[in-house]
């Protein structure tokens, strides 16, 4: 198994999730054409890492590159974005491409994404050795977004949780989730998670989207997402942890009442987008009790944090919204 990154918790440092204190770990100039890098998503590959990575160039064209790395923090991202093979269609029209995620099933690495087909919808390739990438059919109708699929099959179908939005900076949203039997045909769409009131849980009482791909633990699928809260200063997007049924993942067990990590540091609060926290994928060592997190901040840069996964779910569990 590679080795994950890894930062023990800071002296004095209470909170069950932490960042780590050399942030961001991708800066927003990392390639020559970049503006920003930013909300990206990272697996296992090989004896180290690859990830696709959004990277919205100086004429703000969003678009997604691959890159790799030998530890998940010093990566090499290539200068050019990913050119798309046709895959299970010959229609693989994009106008734009941004917040992409990355799962392995079975034989291939998945690729979803933000596609503009229209509007925002979701954009689905795979992959076997992040060099070709093949598109296949959009998930969904316009508009729609934050499509993360499960790492393995459910009851013998593909399974992907996605936000159903608008075409604009969408104030409104949940969580919800969809099975495909071929990963070309999508359908028994199921609400999963709603925003909270505002008096329950107002950092999430505006608009929730899937964050990072769930991963299996002894209390069912845990996994991170963000919340979001319109201020007098414009949304704020903060980050939580739900755990969802392994059988059944339309079922909420337990979802955080509080925030894990909110905007608090510079490179979070000042940036292109400011007071953003947009988790997008995990690296886990469920022997170790490791989890490493990638989120895009201030929609400029990206940054990681850590936590002991049953300190998350007994955080979860103690206080489940």
């Known amino acids: 198994m590679n080795k994950i990154p890894w930062q023990d918790r800071p002296s004095g440092v209470t909170d069950v999730v932490w960042r780590y204190t050399e942030n961001p770990i991708i800066d927003r100039d990392a390639i020559p054409p970049s503006n920003s890098i930013f909300n990206s998503a990272v697996v296992p590959?090989?004896?180290?890492?690859?990830?696709?990575?959004?990277?919205?160039?100086?004429a703000v064209q969003m678009n997604i590159y691959a890159g790799f790395s030998?530890?998940?923090?010093?990566?090499?991202i290539n200068h050019e974005p990913i050119v798309m093979k046709a895959g299970n269609t010959k229609m693989i029209a994009s106008d734009y491409k941004y917040d992409p995620r990355v799962t392995f099933i079975e034989d291939r690495y998945w690729v979803?994404?933000?596609?503009?087909?229209?509007?925002?919808?979701?954009?689905?390739?795979?992959?076997?050795?992040?060099?070709?990438?093949?598109?296949?059919?959009?998930a969904f109708l316009p508009f729609n977004r934050n499509g993360v699929l499960f790492p393995k099959k459910i009851n013998g179908k593909y399974a992907m949780l996605s936000r159903p939005s608008d075409n604009g900076h969408t104030p409104f949203g949940d969580i919800f989730m969809s099975y495909s039997p071929d990963m070309k045909y999508w359908g028994e769409h199921r609400n999963v998670m709603q925003v909270a009131s505002f008096q329950d849980s107002a950092w999430q009482c505006t608009k929730i989207g899937a964050g990072s791909v769930p991963f299996l633990t002894e209390e069912g699928w845990?996994?991170?997402?963000?919340?979001?809260?319109?201020?007098?200063?414009?949304?704020?997007?903060?980050?939580?942890?739900?755990?969802l049924d392994e059988d059944h993942p339309e079922n909420v067990k337990y979802r955080t009442k509080p925030y894990l990590l909110s905007p608090a540091v510079h490179y979070?609060?000042?940036?292109?987008?400011?007071?953003?926290?947009?988790?997008?994928?995990?690296?886990?060592?469920?022997?170790?009790?490791?989890?490493?997190?990638?989120?895009?901040?201030?929609?400029?840069?990206?940054?990681?944090a850590f936590g002991r996964i049953s300190e998350i779910i007994k955080f979860t569990k103690d206080n489940t919204l």
Do not use: S
Request: hydrophobic content about 40%; overall charge negative.
């Open 222 to 243: 845990l996994f991170f997402y963000h919340g979001v809260i319109n201020t007098c200063n414009g949304f704020r997007y903060a980050m939580g942890a739900a755990i």
């Open 112 to 138: 979803t994404w933000c596609n503009g087909y229209y509007g925002p919808t979701i954009g689905i390739a795979y992959t076997y050795d992040f060099k070709e990438f093949f598109q296949c059919e959009n």
């Open 268 to 304: 979070e609060q000042v940036g292109d987008v400011p007071n953003v926290i947009f988790p997008c994928a995990t690296l886990q060592d469920i022997e170790q009790d490791k989890v490493t997190i990638y989120y895009g901040a201030a929609d400029t840069v990206v940054a990681i």
């Open 70 to 76: 030998k530890d998940g923090i010093n990566w090499e």
């Open 45 to 58: 590959f090989g004896d180290g890492f690859a990830g696709v990575f959004r990277c919205d160039n100086k």
